[in-house]
């Protein structure tokens, strides 16, 4: 019996043995060919795209990631950008309304009201209202009360109110949501005392209902803020600072007194500024690298794209539209790629890292940038 115990035990070593092998053999070639697979994607080259979109460039409309809200004279047009069986068109019953949304929650409001799309409720203010955003769960309205105080309200999904907030005698200079699934939100209060300012930034989880980190910028002005999965970017008149999202602790700060920040996206770990000189027209636009996890910058001078009537940073690479062509660089300023319009548009307008609205005599197209 013990003989018999043994070589069974032996017989199942063996077995257990082998199946180890398969199982990391798998693994082994699962990993060569997610390699090859990101290899090829990254070999390809850069290409766009163009469709016509049926609204023109005077019409109400905003772009929500997933298509274009507009707004006419009593209805609501939706128009996808992925799946037209998607598309609707919906009576408001009002005039000169406005829309706001993003992929998973859209908003039609006007000056006192605001229904979220596809519920039941609809908000009313005694007073104003100046601002609206949306994220990818929640919608901040920002009202200037009848007294003349402001407050911020929170919507969720289904149009219940979650958060609400009076502001006292700060100024709320900036408010938003992280987007997607994120239950993120944050305030930027300006406070004046004599001669001193000071910025205050504060971050909340909704879900929660909870406030999860106060960072201050002592005497100075926040024009931007920027969240990703692990940084709160700051753009501030003097300073552009990196806090942590898990401490709420600043990483890194760079000076950049005297410049605006005109475009920003983040990838691969990095963030990418557009910036330029506020006072100087004449100055070439340059283009701060930054990442996430330590204080190091490269910059981009982008005098070869002076003549470029439009510049956007999108997925890591800088786009720069001249006469009927978009010039892709990286950012040590290599052209990546020249890519064909066709017809020189009269303006463009960057929608997302993938997107780029068209604009010619008035009419609307879509461009569409592939393995940027």
């Known amino acids: 019996m013990p003989v018999s115990t043994n070589r069974k035990k032996n017989r199942r070593a063996r077995v257990l043995r082998r199946r180890l092998?398969?199982?990391?053999a798998a693994l082994l070639l699962l990993?060569?060919?997610?390699?090859?697979?990101?290899?090829?994607?990254?070999?390809?080259?850069?290409?766009?795209?163009?469709?016509?979109l049926p609204f023109t460039a005077?019409?109400?409309?905003?772009?929500?990631?997933?298509?274009?809200?507009?707004?006419?004279?009593?209805?609501?047009?939706?128009?996808?950008?992925?799946?037209?069986?998607?598309?609707f068109s919906t009576d408001t019953g009002v005039s000169g309304a406005h829309a706001a949304g993003t992929d998973r929650i859209k908003v039609l409001y006007d000056a006192s009201s605001v229904q979220i799309v596809g519920t039941p409720y609809e908000h009313t203010f005694e007073g104003v209202i100046r601002k609206?955003?949306?994220?990818?769960?929640?919608?901040?309205?920002?009202?200037e009360n009848a007294d003349n105080t402001h407050s911020l309200s929170v919507f969720n999904s289904a149009g219940d109110r979650c958060y609400k907030a009076d502001i006292g005698s700060t100024v709320l200079l900036d408010f938003g949501f992280e987007g997607g699934?994120?239950?993120?939100?944050?305030?930027?209060?300006?406070?004046?005392s004599g001669s001193a300012?000071?910025?205050t930034l504060t971050t909340y989880d909704l879900a929660r209902e909870s406030i999860t980190g106060v960072m201050n910028i002592r005497g100075e002005v926040v024009k931007n803020v920027f969240i990703t999965g692990k940084s709160v970017f700051v753009f501030a008149t003097d300073s552009f600072i990196r806090f942590e999202r898990a401490s709420n602790t600043e990483a890194y700060r760079m000076l950049v007194r005297g410049y605006d920040c005109e475009d920003f996206c983040a990838a691969d770990g990095r963030a990418y500024l557009l910036v330029r000189k506020s006072a100087d027209e004449g100055e070439p636009a340059r283009v701060i690298e930054v990442r996430e996890g330590e204080a190091n910058e490269t910059v981009l001078n982008l005098a070869a794209d002076a003549d470029a009537s439009r510049i956007f940073v999108m997925g890591g690479k800088v786009v720069a539209l001249k006469g009927d062509r978009l010039i892709v660089r990286d950012i040590s300023g290599e052209v990546k790629a020249e890519l064909p319009l066709g017809t020189p548009p009269d303006d463009a307008v960057k929608l997302d890292d993938g997107n780029i609205l068209l604009i010619k005599d008035g009419q609307t197209m879509l461009y569409s940038l592939k393995n940027l």
């Open 197 to 199: 300012v000071s910025t």
């Open 21 to 24: 092998i398969v199982a990391c």
């Open 58 to 87: 005077s019409s109400a409309y905003c772009y929500t990631g997933d298509g274009f809200l507009c707004t006419g004279e009593r209805t609501l047009d939706f128009y996808s950008i992925a799946d037209e069986s998607k598309n």
């Open 31 to 52: 990993g060569a060919i997610i390699f090859a697979i990101v290899a090829l994607v990254r070999s390809c080259k850069t290409s766009g795209s163009k469709r016509s």
């Open 181 to 192: 699934a994120s239950s993120a939100m944050y305030t930027c209060e300006l406070a004046v």
């Open 132 to 143: 609206v955003v949306c994220g990818g769960k929640y919608v901040g309205v920002y009202v």
